[in-house]
């Protein structure tokens, strides 16, 4: 069921935004966000990752609250598929075991978002 309800666009929406202020977050303050989940600094290379990130969150939260009906099996998609490589990132870096963590667990939750809407 792929729901195109006011309920259902109302939860994308809201999960599209709060992604958006995330990726905002990451693009404004990713130094900071950084040093929140991890007492050490991080590195360019980190920050590069963290601009990365921000961006497509920016994008796809952007694209989901414009347009909630359209490709939430894409938004679940990638979602996961970050979630799964940020928890394989964890289980060889110990370095960015946290923040890796961190990313995985704000993926799992606006896929998980995503899919409860799309079940209502």
Do not use: C, K, N
Request: hydrophobic residues 50%.
């Amino acid at each position: 069921m792929t729901g195109s309800s006011a309920a259902t666009d109302h939860l994308v929406r809201i999960t599209g935004v709060g992604s958006a202020v995330w990726g905002l977050a990451l693009l404004a303050r990713g130094r900071e966000v950084w040093r929140l989940v991890d007492e050490r600094p991080p590195t360019e290379a980190d920050l590069a990752a963290v601009r990365f990130l921000g961006t497509r969150h920016l994008v796809e939260g952007v694209t989901q609250a414009v347009l909630p009906h359209r490709f939430q099996e894409l938004y679940v998609g990638i979602d996961l598929t970050h979630a799964l490589s940020m928890v394989g990132l964890a289980a060889v870096d110990e370095r960015r075991r946290r923040p890796a963590l961190a990313s995985a667990a704000v993926a799992v939750a606006a896929a998980a978002l995503t899919l409860v809407a799309r079940r209502r």
